[in-house]
């Protein structure tokens, strides 16, 4: 039995700067990875790829993300034998949070040592945006800038000390949506992503705060305005930052004591704006 954990991710900017012919999105975004995880139990077998779960609104089929990781290793590397596969659920589902694409890249890593195929990290990254554009910053964890399709990674350091607070309104967004909403904007405020990895480098959290910057933002907002409200009580409580991560609709608020960030949590659950509420901090290193 192997078990890793796979940690959830928040966008600290997010920039969309073109799109491609096959319809996929250039962008430019500084990724981060927090303390929110899921827990994947590996094994190997003799047989095919069996996913099983505590948590009952994911599909458990080949539709899984970790089903399609499992199974491209397999083909890839024409490994017999199969894999059993337990996920206990801790990342809110359909976020923004990368939730799938995390326990995508950890399956990965796990066929990689469960089958002893030796290969590297950027081995691993060049095949797993092949399952989807956020899977190779999975692989990769920590503070990153992200670029092309989410596939060009550049490691940063660690984004400043701080205590996060993120919520999940009991909604679901579809990525695709938004993107194809976006297509029908001009984006001419575009974030600061160059003074963010300088922020970061300087370990300047108040030069982060400053440009927290998400151009996705806008349009989950107007199709969803509990969004914007759980921003609003974030700041409201005291925090120095607020905003959406990738298509949303988790929004984190960045504070300096948890006991604030704890406050601000429970002033969201009591006005009925999200039930998954979690405090955690950034993650630099990896598993």
Do not use: W
């Amino acid at each position: 039995m192997l078990s890793l954990n796979a940690y959830a991710k928040i966008n600290l900017c997010l920039d969309v700067v073109g799109r491609l012919e096959n319809g996929y999105h250039q962008v430019r975004m500084i990724m981060q990875t927090v303390g929110i995880y899921d827990t994947l139990s590996f094994e190997r077998t003799t047989g095919e790829i069996k996913i099983t779960s505590d948590a009952g609104e994911i599909p458990l089929g080949e539709d899984n993300l970790i089903y399609k990781a499992a199974s491209l290793m397999r083909e890839r590397f024409q490994i017999a034998g199969g894999v059993s596969v337990h996920l206990e659920k801790r990342i809110p589902v359909a976020a923004g949070m990368a939730g799938g694409s995390t326990d995508a890249a950890c399956t990965m890593k796990a066929m990689n040592l469960l089958y002893d195929l030796g290969l590297s990290e950027e081995e691993l990254c060049t095949l797993g945006v092949k399952i989807g554009a956020d899977v190779p910053y999975c692989i990769l964890g920590g503070t990153a800038l992200s670029e092309g399709i989410g596939e060009v990674l550049t490691k940063l350091p660690p984004m400043p000390e701080c205590v996060l607070l993120v919520a999940k309104p009991e909604i679901g967004v579809s990525t695709k949506e938004v993107y194809e909403r976006i297509d029908r904007h001009e984006i001419t405020d575009h974030p600061d992503v160059d003074g963010m990895q300088r922020a970061i480098a300087e370990n300047d959290l108040d030069g982060v705060v400053r440009r927290l910057a998400n151009v996705l933002a806008t349009v989950t907002e107007e199709m969803h305005p509990v969004v914007q409200k759980i921003r609003e009580v974030m700041l409201s409580q005291g925090a120095l930052g607020s905003l959406m991560s990738g298509s949303g609709p988790s929004t984190f608020g960045i504070f300096e004591k948890e006991e604030m960030a704890r406050a601000a949590g429970e002033q969201i659950r009591e006005l009925g704006l999200a039930r998954q509420i979690y405090v955690t901090k950034p993650v630099s290193g990896r598993e």
